[in-house]
């Protein structure tokens, strides 16, 4: 299956170029969430097992990988934060498109770092998980380093990817954690319930402020 996606990204890639566009277009190669719970991975000597459907860092953390010749610096890598709502501005950003009072401003973006630019990148990302499969839901804020779920439970991240020593009644990254308990008090609450495809009654948050770091 990853080599027949690779094979169709090869070929989309190949029509951009065969029409003289690539250097007009910008790729990115993106994922909803982590592989599923029963595939294990190798990564930097650790036995990485797939978080689809929850919140761990195996869970939500994807790739991101740009291509856009002529602009983007080839094979940079970078560490900062993303999530989803920074797509739509970036898009706006390069389309020369100036946004409206109507349009959603909680995401970042992210064109400067496509120049190879030093750019504004995040503080912080929000993740507010409401699904409909039976997974439990939830809410969590995070920097680069920490990550504090809504009941309180707060991990540092690069080093406990696993999320397997709680740090919330400790005084490491007390800081951080004051900083997003502000944060997530600002949102609302994300169900407590599981519920399946078949439930009614699916909240929206329509009063829900916009959030900028």
């Known amino acids: 299956m990853v080599e027949y996606m690779d094979k169709l990204v090869g070929r989309l890639e190949k029509k951009i170029k065969d029409l003289g566009l690539a250097e ?3 790729i990115l190669f ?19 097992t797939g978080g689809k459907g929850g919140m761990t860092d ?3 953390h994807v790739p ?17 934060l ?10 706006a950003e390069a389309a ?7 349009d959603p401003v909680d995401g970042r973006s992210f064109l400067p770092r496509l120049c190879g630019k030093s750019g504004n990148p995040r503080d912080w990302v929000l993740c507010h998980y409401q699904p409909y499969w039976n997974k439990t839901p939830g809410q969590f804020a995070r920097t680069q380093q920490f990550k504090l779920y809504r009941d309180g439970r707060f991990y540092e991240v690069p080093n406990d990817l696993k999320e397997l020593n709680n740090l919330g009644n400790t005084d490491t990254g007390k800081n951080v954690r004051q900083q997003l308990q502000k944060l997530l008090k600002q949102c609302p ?3 407590k319930e599981k519920a399946g495809s078949r439930v009614k009654e699916r909240p929206t948050y329509p009063k829900w402020i916009d959030l900028v770091d």
């Open 30 to 48: 993106t994922a909803d969430n982590g592989t599923h719970t029963r595939i294990t991975s190798r990564w930097n000597g650790q036995d990485i």
């Open 58 to 60: 195996m869970g939500t």
């Open 189 to 191: 609450l994300a169900p």
């Open 96 to 102: 020369g498109v100036k946004m409206g009072d109507d």
């Open 64 to 80: 991101l990988i740009a291509s856009w010749p002529g602009t983007a610096p080839k094979g940079k890598i970078y560490n900062d």
């Open 82 to 91: 993303i999530d989803f709502t920074d797509f739509y501005t970036t898009f």
């Open 24 to 26: 007009n277009t910008i």
